[in-house]
């Protein structure tokens, strides 16, 4: 069992599992297709629990970004308070929604429509503004820049061929946010809280007002109702990805100005950990943790120095429509997480308590908004593909899951 095995738990039932779910966007077809094959192995594994779900084996999920979105589908309740979704329910989901939510419309530089939602999670506490709301940020420089160009268009109508990409690019997000929040509404409906989900969720955002991460969490609100938010709520923000979406804002007894959780960790495994050891009051001995990547797109050789020039626009808009800066500030956290996650586990000889489900993309297959039917499917093949490479690791450890849950069900009725 390595060096760290003395410190690990007699019984199988005490072990902690965490499952988590890295941001990507559209990439999110790749685990999903990796979990349609996990949960497939625990029903077949599991005679005593033919219905077997994801949900069931595991005690934290923790997602970010688009990995939010499918933390809150694979825990959300259905009337039988069982999930509302398959893993292979979701995998489906990302096919056939994907281009809604990346469809860009005329009326993309509007903002979405408020929407008036009469659930507060403090009944004592009131307020008169709308509690779903693009998030405002006042920004001198981009107000006057959009000055400027309203008034050259003006005075030259002609000119607006040249100037659109300049309020195309830099003034406005790529999406209006409308489509995702529909989406995200008629899946989970406006009143789900985050409380009811079926297991606890671990799902980060950034709060740009108060700058600093926000970790909505089911043992959290069920502590303090201000962070009881509806979960359609906590995926909307957890997917303003900065240039792609717009800031979003809600309120429950207290307002949230946030963005995509992956500013702060679009790979949540760390933080996962974090959590669960101050939940459990357990150290990371007693932790089975899967964490299932989106891809990682292969920037090399992609940037150069060059002249050294580089300003603000070069570092968020090259010609190839990409966004160094972004893409830099993604990345990096991921492969440092992936370092930490992994030194840890194996220089404390809990390597079988770690694994890591991860994909090197082309860039082309990298984009988190690439919805073409090509490249669906590119991304779903590669989903499968990775199952497949790795079906002894995930054999290995539904077996272990299902392990864990009967230990613990043993226990219970004992």
Sequence with gaps: MGNGSSSEPESQGDFVTILSIDGGGVRGIIP??????????????DVDNKDARIVDYFDFIAGTSTGGLMTAMLTAPNDEKRPLFAAKDIAKFYQDKSPYIFHKTPETNQPPSTEEDSRISDPDVATEEPLTTPAEVINTPATFLRGIIDIIVELSPEAKDYVEPLNTYLLQPKYDGKNLQDTIKGLLGEKLALSETLTSVIIPAFDIKHFGPTIFSTLKAKRDRSMDAPLADVCRATSAAPYYFPPYHFKTSKPFNLVDGGVAANNPSFLAVCEAMKEKKADFHKFVVLSLGTGAPDASGRLEVRDGKWGIVDWLWQDDNSNPLLDILT??????????????????GLEHNYTRIQVELKPSEGLMDNTSKENLERLKKIGQDLAEQNDAKLEALASRLVEIRKARLTHTSA
């Design 331 to 348: 990345t990096a956290p991921d492969e440092m997480t992936e370092m930490y996650m992994s030194t840890v586990f194996q220089y404390s």
């Design 32 to 45: 999903s297709e990796v979990l349609s094959v996990l949960e497939a192995k625990l029903q077949k594994l």
